[in-house]
């Protein structure tokens, strides 16, 4: 087994079937954290706070939060478009963040972690909606990672793209020779980043070894940005 720096950790996960979620449980499990699962799509009006409530008290939060990126030019997003993004990966992270946060900031001790996107770091054309959802979630962690840090609650972000999952990189993309082609000429890794690299990454900031980072986004992209 590896080294279990999360022993004892209460860990939920949310969207735990989707994006980073099945690989993050596995490797959390393995650093020895109690994975509470949770595949709620988390859109109902109480859905958050009923699924907190459900699992009990919180150490660590992982917010993985996905939906299909839509591939829309920007003059041409809807607005039915535009809430879709903000209702999948914005309302749901403040809505969590509000239910875990009290009792973590009462017991001067927690951590929560977004698995992001660094679609919001560097322009991609026809992901206007997308990537503004998730720069939303990126500006959220850094305005409140610095709020919480005198509680001795720390909240980060991991800002990805080009790493291995099943929702935005499936087998028959990886296997499309103009992907491969585009990630030998975009990627200066020259590959995708893996899973389970990125979910040891989401493992550490977990852990009581991160306790200095304070409303950090960090890119997992092999190197696509920064340029």
């Not at 996107?117 to 850094?142: D, E, F, H, P």
Request: proline letters at 7%; aromatic letters at 6%.
């Amino acid at each position: 087994m590896s080294n279990p720096m999360l022993t004892g950790k209460r860990v939920l996960v949310t969207h735990a079937d989707q994006f980073m979620g099945p690989v993050l449980c596995s490797v959390l499990a393995r650093h020895g954290a109690n994975v509470i699962h949770s595949t709620d799509p988390l859109r109902a009006p109480g859905a958050v706070e009923a699924m907190v409530a459900a699992a009990g008290p919180i150490d660590v939060l992982v917010a993985n939060l996905a939906i299909a990126a839509p591939t829309t030019a920007a003059t041409d997003v809807t607005e039915d478009e535009w809430q879709d993004c903000f209702d999948a990966l914005v309302h749901p992270l403040a809505r969590l963040c509000r239910a875990v946060l009290p009792a973590m900031i009462e017991r001067r001790a927690g951590k929560i972690v977004v698995m992001g996107s660094a679609s919001a770091l560097r322009g991609i054309k026809r992901a206007s909606s997308y990537s503004a959802a998730r720069g939303a979630q990126l500006a959220y962690v850094q305005a409140v990672g610095v709020e919480v840090a005198p509680h001795n609650v720390q909240i980060n972000a991991i800002a990805q793209n080009f790493v291995d999952n099943p929702t935005y990189f499936p087998p028959e993309v990886q296997a499309n020779p103009r992907f491969q082609e585009r990630l030998k000429r975009e990627v200066p890794l020259g590959r995708l980043v893996g899973a389970e690299e990125d979910a040891e990454f989401a493992a550490y900031l977990c852990s009581d070894a991160a306790n200095c980072f304070v409303g950090q986004v960090f890119p997992m992209c092999g190197g696509w940005v920064p340029r």
